[in-house]
């Protein structure tokens, strides 16, 4: 997993990204797959949202909401030079994202300090990020820490995610893990894939505290039901391999295989050499040589896929080739 403090987005904090949407099963591995999948994950994180309705700031959420962001910047601006958070993070907002106004980063960074001095629960996240990687502001982490701290503490999902990564980043070992651990519990539960794939790594490797490999399958399968690919293609590993649970091969070459349509140089690699071993599927030369070549034209190497693939008749390498070229990531 990349380690890096990263803000999942959501759709509800101020129509921020979509949630990650994964492609339904059209096949019985990908069925298989879906036999082991739990509930869907929440949508996690804050919303932003006027303190009093039909307010001056309730109509200029509204009109964010409609796509009316000058209008909306108009409206929240003045309240925002009053000490409103609600609408300094909505100025905040529409500044770093250049909507309706010139994209300022400056100005952005500013408001968000402002409603995050304010209580302002997103704002303290999006702030606390800017402070961490030192971007538009000066670097400072232990004012970071303090913010995700106070987001995290109100119940925002990111911002448990982030602060526990904080805590584990700081204090590596046992004593790091036990303080994070409620944090990442409680944002993988919220949904946030990034924290359910880090328990799931957390309890299979025993980081911190004792082993429990039925916990981190249950974690990885809905780090993987989130559309996280890593947790794919992990959790297709561990099923073929029977890690924290029963073998199953159909599903692991099912959940490898949405792996790999993502566009997952690894789990590419692998489903070659699924095809070419018949484990989940029959074998098939043309797919194993689809695969193969989509990977190593990623830069990922492999001489015995290689040496499978010079071993194929031209008519093989051909057709391969051309399911290569004709392959579209989803």
């Known amino acids: 997993m990349n380690k890096r403090i990263s803000i999942m987005a959501t759709a509800a904090a101020l129509a921020l990204l979509p949630a990650t949407a994964m492609a339904a099963a059209e096949d019985p591995a990908a069925a298989a797959a879906d036999e082991l999948q739990t509930e869907s994950p929440a949508d996690p994180g804050a919303s932003l949202q006027p303190e009093e309705p039909g307010s001056q700031g ?4 509204g009109a964010f909401q409609r796509g009316r962001y000058l209008t909306a910047f108009e409206l929240a601006l003045p309240l925002a030079k009053l000490g409103d958070p609600a609408a300094q993070t909505l100025v905040a907002e529409i500044y770093a994202r250049g909507l309706g106004v010139a994209r300022d980063m400056k100005e952005a960074a500013f408001w968000y300090g402002a409603a995050a001095d304010g209580g302002d629960i997103a704002a303290q996240l999006k702030f606390a ?10 670097g400072d982490r232990d004012r970071a820490r303090e ?5 995290a503490d109100a119940g925002n999902s990111s911002a448990q995610f982030n602060y526990g990564q904080l805590l584990i980043t700081d204090q590596p070992g046992k004593e790091g893990i036990e303080k994070a651990l409620p944090y990442m519990t409680s944002a993988a539960e919220s949904g946030i894939a990034d924290a359910q794939f880090a328990l799931a790594q957390i309890y299979a490797y025993g980081t911190g505290l ?16 989130s ?3 890593t947790a ?13 649970g029963a073998v199953d ?13 993502t566009g ?3 789990a590419q690699n692998r489903l070659s050499h699924l095809y070419i071993h018949a484990i989940g599927t029959r074998p098939d030369p043309i797919e194993a040589a689809k695969w193969y070549i989509l990977s190593r034209r990623a830069g990922l190497e492999d001489r015995g896929l290689e040496d499978f693939f010079q071993g194929l008749t031209s008519e093989e390498q051909k057709a391969g080739i051309e399911a290569a070229n004709n392959f579209r990531s989803r």
């Open 147 to 151: 913010l995700m701290k106070l987001a």
């Open 227 to 229: 559309g996280f690919d």
């Open 264 to 266: 997952n140089v690894m």
């Open 232 to 244: 794919q293609l992990d959790l297709a590993v561990w099923l073929i391999d029977g890690i924290g």
């Open 210 to 225: 004792e082993a429990d490999p039925r916990t981190a399958r249950m974690w990885m399968i809905r780090a993987a039901r």
């Open 249 to 261: 091969y159909e599903a692991g070459f099912g959940w490898m295989r949405r792996a790999a349509n």
């Open 129 to 138: 990020l800017m402070l961490l990687e030192g971007r538009h502001v000066e």
């Open 58 to 61: 309730d109509a200029a959420y």
